[in-house]
C-alpha cells in the first residue's frame, strides 16, 4: 500500500519548513526511523525520521522548497498487500479521502498518441505514486501531480478519474485541454501574487524552465516601466548617459532570519521598553575566573564572565521577581515563573537563536557553565531542538564578544527582561579613594514596562551589578 507521509508540526506555532536535504531517493528502501531529511524551521534544522518501512515511490518538494504543515513531503509503498475496503473505501485507519493514485510514466509516443491505459499493478521504479488525501478535488490532485513530474525524469502521462471510479489505484493525465500550470516555488508564487504577476505569461529561466524570483522581479519591471524597458534604455545608452547602479544580491526571507524579524517587530511594537545602564568594576569576578581556570580541579569547565552573570540573574531574579514573568493580554493577568529558563542569545551562521536553560536558578556555577556550552555549541552546528527554543522566561545577550560596550536589546517575545553585557575593558577607574586601572564593564537592561517599574527595574540590575562587583555577595543574596 502506499501512503504518505505529511510535514508534522515540529514546535510552537510553526506552519512551514523548508526541506534543505533529501537523505533518500525515489526507489529506495527506508527502514523505520530512518532519517529521510534534513529540514529547516523558522527555528532550527531538524532530521525527519520515516514512519514506514517501505520503498520512496514519490518526493513531493525540492530541496530549497517550502512546505506547510500537513503537506505531504514523500510517499512510500510498505508492501503489506492492503487493498482497501470493498468498492475502492480504504480501512478505518487510513481514512483518505480519496483512493491512492499512481502516475504511470510512458515510453514517447512517435506520432502524438494518446496517453497510456490505466494500470492497476504497483507502481515500478519510474512510476510515481501519491495518496489523493487532499480534499482539494481534481484541481489539486493535477497541482500535485504536475509537482511530482517536475521531480522525476520521465513525465507521467494519464487520465484523470472519473468522480465515481472504484478502483484503487487510477492514473493520472496530465495532458488536458486545461493550460499546464507554470512551474515555481510556493516563495515565488507568492512573490507574483504580491506583485499582480501572472505567471502564464513568464518565462522561466530556472532549471527546465522553472521560474525564478529573478523571473517575476523582472516581469513586474517590464509591466511597470514599460517605456524604459522598451526604449528609454537603448536612447540612454546611445546617448552615452546610461548608469550602473551598484551590484545587488538578494537573499531569501526564510527560516531563521523570517523568525526573528517577526519575532523582533511583535516585541518592539508591542511591549514598552524601557532600557537602562549600569558600568560597574568587574576585576574580582575576573580574578575569580581566573582562579577557576587554574585550579585543575575545574578542568573541563569553560566558566566565563556570561556564566556568573547568568548566575546573577537567577539570585536577582529570584529577589525580585516581576522580571521573570509575562503578560497574558487574553487573559488579563500577569503569570511570574516560579523558576527561571534562562535564555541565552546566540549567533549562528543561520540567524540569532535564543535556546534557553531550563531550570537555571537550581544550577551551580559549574552546571550552568556546562549547560551553556552546550546550548552554544548545538546552536553554531543548527541542531537545536524547537524544545530548547521554547518556554524562555528572561533572557541574557553578551554583545560584548565583539567588543561592543553597551546597546538597548529588544525583548525576547513573552519575557519582560534582557540583560546585555557589554565589553570587560582595562581603563581608568576610582578604586578605594584612588585611581586604579581596573576591569569595567556596561551592563544594559531593557525590561517591558507593563510589567517592570523603573523601580523594580533598577533594583534587579543593581543586584547583577553587587554580584559581578563583589561575586561572594551572592552567598548573602541566595
Partial sequence: MIKDFPLPDLGEGLTESEIVAWRVAVGDRVELNQ???????????????????????????????????????????????????????????????????????????????????????APGPNLVGYGARDEGGPKRRVRRAALVADLVPTAPDADLPAPDSAPARTSVDLST???????????VR??????????????????????????????????TSPGLVEGNVAALASAGSATEGPAETRIPIRGVRKHTAAAMVRSAFTAPHVTEFLTVDVTATMELLRGIRENRSFAGHKVTPLTVAAKAVCIASR???EVNSRWDEDAQEIVQFGGVNLGIAAATGRGLVVPNVKGAERMTLLELADAIAALAETARAGRTPPADLAGGTISITNIGVFGIDAGTPILNPGEAAILAMGAVRRQPWEHRGEIALREVMTLSLSFDHRLVDGEQGSRFLADIGAILREPGLALTMA
Avoid: H, M, W
Fill in 35 to 121: 532519517i529521510i531529511a534534513d529540514v529547516e524551521t523558522a527555528k532550527a534544522v531538524v532530521e525527519l525520521p520515516s514512519p514506514y518501512t517501505g520503498v520512496i515511490t514519490a518526493l513531493y518538494a525540492q530541496e530549497g522548497e517550502t512546505v506547510n504543515v500537513g503537506e505531504p513531503l514523500f510517499s512510500c509503498d510498505t508492501g503489506d498487500g492492503a487493498a482497501g475496503a470493498p468498492g475502492g473505501a480504504a480501512p478505518a485507519a487510513e481514512a483518505p479521502a480519496e483512493a491512492p493514485v499512481a502516475a504511470p510514466a510512458t515510453a514517447p509516443a512517435a506520432s502524438g498518441a494518446d496517453a497510456a491505459p490505466e494500470r492497476d499493478a
Fill in 177 to 187: 485541454d486545461a493550460p499546464e500550470r507554470p512551474r515555481s516555488t510556493p516563495p
Fill in 190 to 223: 507568492k512573490l507574483a501574487r504580491d506583485l499582480g504577476i501572472d505567471l502564464a505569461g513568464v518565462e522561466g529561466t530556472g532549471e527546465r524552465g522553472l521560474i525564478t524570483r529573478a523571473d517575476v522581479e523582472a516581469a513586474a519591471s517590464a509591466s
Fill in 319 to 321: 529577589r525580585t521577581p
